[in-house]
């Protein structure tokens, strides 16, 4: 699965057991403009470097694959949790960084027209 967004927050890598680390990216997707959405994606392992270039404002794609599973707590209660583990982003443009557009110089329409005008009026 793909999804297009703006880079909301990139935190740090942690080491969540011993063998096991992970790194989140927060992506705000607007849909409807009024109510943007806040996505929380999962890098895991050797997927947090991924990240490492991906600053908050960048617009992005992100490929991830949905996961779901269940959990059992004490008293026998069964709960189900997703998450958005991702394994590809791509910058599709640099917010932090952005530069000015560029555009053709100005024309000056004050001026008579020269010689090899060809216009019919």
Avoid at 5 to 29: C, D, F, N, P, W
Avoid at 33 to 42: I, N
Avoid at 53 to 65: C, I, L, S, Y
Avoid at 94 to 99: E, I, L, N, Y
Wanted: aromatic share 10%; proline share 6%; net charge negative.
């Amino acid at each position: 699965m793909e999804i297009k967004g703006k880079v909301h927050e990139v935190s740090a890598t942690m080491q969540v057991t011993e063998s096991l680390k992970k790194r989140e990216l927060i992506l705000e997707y607007i849909e409807n403009p009024q109510y943007p959405e806040y996505l929380k994606f999962e890098a895991i392992q050797d997927r947090c470097a991924l990240l490492d270039n991906v600053k908050t404002g960048d617009d992005v794609e992100v490929f991830f694959n949905l996961k779901g599973r269940p959990w059992t707590d004490k008293t026998g209660k069964k709960t189900y949790f997703n998450s958005l583990q991702l394994w590809k982003v791509n910058a599709l443009s640099a917010g932090t960084s952005a530069t000015a557009p560029e555009y053709a110089a100005p024309v000056n329409l004050s001026a008579a027209p020269g010689e090899d005008d060809d216009l019919p009026f």
